[in-house]
T-cell receptor, first 114, second 113 residues
Framework: GAVVSQHPSWVICKSGTSVKIECRSL??????MFWYRQFPKQSLMLMAT?????????EQGVEKDKFLINHASLTLSTLTVTSAHPEDSSFYIC??????????FGDGTRLSIL | DQQVKQNSPSLSVQEGRISILNCDYT??????FLWYKKYPAEGPTFLIS?????DKNEDGRFTVFLNKSAKHLSLHIVPSQPGDSAVYFC????????????FGGGTRLMVKP
């Protein structure tokens, strides 16, 4: 099946640091990538939808200046959490899709802000 | 307002028996439904899907049933195996593609040997 790689898998950093998370589709060209956030024992909440070469579409309540998304190519999207604070600690998951295919998910990134 | 709900946060089943996971939705625009399986610290893995033009889709031990009039779907796993223990999310999409998903809250399935 399709493989989506997410890196890093775990980040621990100090408050105020900016953190970049990469999402790569390894065996297909993803026209759309999605970024989700999951709090403990809760569902995946869509943060933003990213199409290659265009600006990301953010869900209501998600700060676009806080969560910078870049989708520079058909195989790579990045999420940068700027000036991260403890409340940004969460599990971030990306997914990738092409056309009408189901989304394929990365393994997620656990972000811990001290 | 949750558009996709999984009312059972957890389910415990004996190995070899049937597991039935339920999901309800409220948005009539949803016409494509998917089930994902998720282990801790991993991303969800696609299991099975169903389009609104069908009421049943089967893939090996996994069968998804859709009742459009009741806005209800269920995932049946039979026979259940200990390796099936995970969190299961149902997801719904407003197009027949599954690339715009709204997830339910998940049900943790525990299959006991």
């Amino acid at each position: 099946g399709a493989v989506v790689s997410q890196h890093p898998s775990w980040v621990i950093c100090k408050s105020g640091t900016s953190v970049k998370i990469e999402c790569r589709s390894l065996d297909f060209q993803a026209t759309t990538m999605f970024w989700y956030r999951q709090f403990p024992k809760q569902s995946l909440m869509l943060m933003a939808t990213s199409n290659e070469g265009s600006k990301a579409t953010y869900e209501q309540g998600v700060e676009k200046d806080k969560f910078l998304i870049n989708h520079a190519s058909l195989t790579l999207s990045t999420l940068t959490v700027t000036s991260a604070h403890p409340e940004d600690s969460s599990f971030y998951i990306c997914s990738a899709t092409r056309g009408n295919q189901p989304q394929h998910f990365g393994d997620g990134t656990r972000l811990s802000i001290l | 307002d949750q558009q996709v709900k999984q009312n059972s946060p957890s389910l415990s089943v004996q190995e070899g028996r049937i597991s039935i996971l339920n999901c309800d939705y409220t948005n009539s625009m949803f016409d494509y439904f998917l089930w994902y399986k998720k282990y801790p610290a991993e991303g969800p893995t696609f299991l099975i899907s169903i389009s609104s033009i069908k009421d049943k889709n089967e893939d090996g031990r996994f069968t998804v049933f859709l009742n459009k009039s009741a806005k209800h779907l269920s995932l049946h796993i039979v026979p259940s195996q200990p390796g099936d223990s995970a969190v299961y999310f149902c997801a719904a999409s407003p197009n027949n593609a599954g690339n715009m998903l709204t997830f339910g809250g998940g049900t943790r399935l525990m299959v006991k040997p």
